[in-house]
């Protein structure tokens, strides 16, 4: 089983400002996603970090919104870009194996 | 884009009563399924989940869940639950192929002690 740790494990934001979110597997993974819970609602996926490559976004998450780094294959980062307060949430780190593990999150409070 | 839907937003129940929380999804391809609990102020815990053979799961906790294909569902179940199960409950669903993970909106269930 994966060991997914993330840094920060929360933080307070200023509206306009950004904030890099950073996701460390204990072993190589090929693929890692990136997943956002807004307040009282389920989770959805944001991207695929693709090691070597772009990231792949889902609809409705665009790159210069959410730019992700992954250089290499225990980590990657999701940088949450030009903030408002609707981009307050849980960001999660997510690794798939036979089953899906995922990071502790990131709870994220823009004012 | 498959879809999941959990039938019950928020369930409240007794100590010892039995529980049950429906799902259901939208793709018609082999599926793996999954029932994660979220309690409260914690990360997401994996109950069990379902990729092949016998339909009928058991997990953690003394949870199991059916896994009906005809019905494309996959619900959740405890004959006997406990004021520690209080939680969020999200059912999710992916291809196969795929590993990419949607979710149901979640369940909230509250149980009186």
């Known amino acids: 089983s994966a060991v997914i740790s993330q840094k920060p494990s929360r933080d307070i934001c200023q509206r306009g400002t950004s904030l890099t979110i950073q996701c460390q597997v204990d072993s190589q993974v090929t693929m890692m996603f990136w997943y956002r819970q807004q307040p009282g609602q389920s989770l959805t996926l944001i991207a695929t970090a693709n090691q070597g490559s772009e990231a792949t976004y889902e609809s409705g998450f665009v790159i210069d919104k959410f730019p992700i780094s992954r250089p290499n294959l225990t980590f990657s980062t999701l940088t949450v870009s030009n903030m408002s307060p609707e981009d307050s949430s849980i960001y999660l780190c997510?690794?798939?194996?036979?089953?899906?593990?995922f990071g502790p999150g990131t709870r994220l409070t823009v004012l | 884009a498959q879809s999941v839907s959990q039938h019950n937003h928020h369930v409240i129940l007794s100590e010892a009563a039995s529980l049950e929380l429906g799902c259901n999804y939208s793709?018609?391809?082999?599926?793996?399924l999954f029932w994660y609990v979220q309690y409260p102020g914690q990360h997401l815990q994996l109950l069990l989940k379902y990729f092949s053979g016998d339909p009928l799961v058991k997990g953690i906790k003394g949870f199991e869940a059916e896994f009906i294909k005809s019905k494309f569902s996959f619900n959740l179940r405890k004959p006997s639950v406990q004021w520690s199960d209080t939680a969020e409950y999200f059912c999710?669903?992916?291809?196969?192929?795929?590993?990419?993970?949607?979710f149901g909106a979640g369940t909230t269930v509250t149980v009186r002690a």
């Open positions: 997510s690794v798939p194996d036979n089953e899906q593990f």
């Open positions: 999710a669903v992916r291809r196969s192929n795929d590993y990419k993970l949607s």
């Open positions: 793709y018609g391809g082999t599926v793996n």
